[in-house]
T-cell receptor, first 116, second 112 residues
Framework: KAGVTQTPRYLIKTRGQQVTLSCSPISGHRSVSWYQQTPGQGLQFLFEYFSETQRNKGNFPGRFSGRQFSNSRSEMNVSTLELGDSALYLC???????????????FGPGTRLTVL | AQSVTQLGSHVSVSEGALVLLRCNYSSSVPPYLFWYVQYPNQGLQLLLKYTSAATLVKGINGFEAEFKKSETSFHLTKPSAHMSDAAEYFCAVSLTGNQFYFGTGTSLTVIP
């Protein structure tokens, strides 16, 4: 079974631009979560989608948004990019929502975003 | 309050030596616990997870972890380090109420 895929793997943008990242979960998984990883802040939760509904959201500004499609693929969008948005953005999928607790999240390779 | 704490942001061991990476959690009820590994420029890969079935959990690549409720710990160990074990390791805790937290990570260096 194919793993979680994320596109693109690398992105370079300039301040003020917007960006859209894509995540395709493992077949059959309906939950997709997004994380931001930076050296200073570590792994921070952005949001989770399950069956096209946002179930939970981390403490990020409204410039960060996401959505999930009927095939469970998810996108996240960052508008008005700032230098501090440079990070590795990781997507994780699971069968059940994170609230399930024991269900394992499977991670994609991430998208490395650099904001100049 | 920090729900999961990883002691030691950097750990160095010699090849063939014991690997011990520490993780402590704060929860009044036993949570679900996970260890993930991240190799450079890659995503996170699950090493093992504790879901209350057994306190000693065996994972991939020879790693194992023991859940100790009295110490609120879930330390990761491997008897003999290999060069390929060099990576970043993350402990994670899943609590009730859709709470899921990652530790700050421990970078493991294996010295030949």
């Amino acid at each position: 079974k194919a793993g979680v895929t994320q596109t693109p793997r690398y992105l370079i943008k300039t301040r003020g631009q917007q960006v859209t990242l894509s995540c395709s979960p493992i077949s059959g998984h309906r939950s997709v979560s997004w994380y931001q990883q930076t050296p200073g802040q570590g792994l921070q939760f952005l949001f989770e989608y399950f069956s096209e509904t946002q179930r939970n959201k981390g403490n990020f500004p409204g410039r960060f948004s996401g959505r999930q499609f009927s095939n469970s693929r998810s996108e996240m969008n960052v508008s008005t990019l700032e230098l501090g948005d440079s990070a590795l953005y990781l997507c994780a999928s699971s069968l059940a929502p994170r609230a399930n607790g024991a269900d394992t999240q499977y991670f994609g390779p991430g998208t490395r975003l650099t904001v100049l | 309050a920090q729900s999961v704490t990883q002691l030691g942001s950097h750990v160095s061991v010699s090849e063939g030596a014991l690997v011990l990476l520490r993780c402590n959690y704060s929860s009044s009820v036993p949570p679900y616990l996970f260890w993930y590994v991240q190799y450079p420029n890659q995503g996170l890969q699950l090493l093992l997870k504790y879901t209350s079935a057994a306190t000693l959990v065996k994972g991939i690549n020879g790693f194992e972890a023991e859940f100790k409720k009295s110490e609120t710990s879930f330390h990761l160990t491997k008897p003999s380090a290999h060069m390929s074990d060099a990576a970043e390791y993350f402990c994670a805790v899943s609590l009730t109420g859709n709470q899921f937290y990652f530790g700050t990570g421990t970078s493991l260096t294996v010295i030949p």
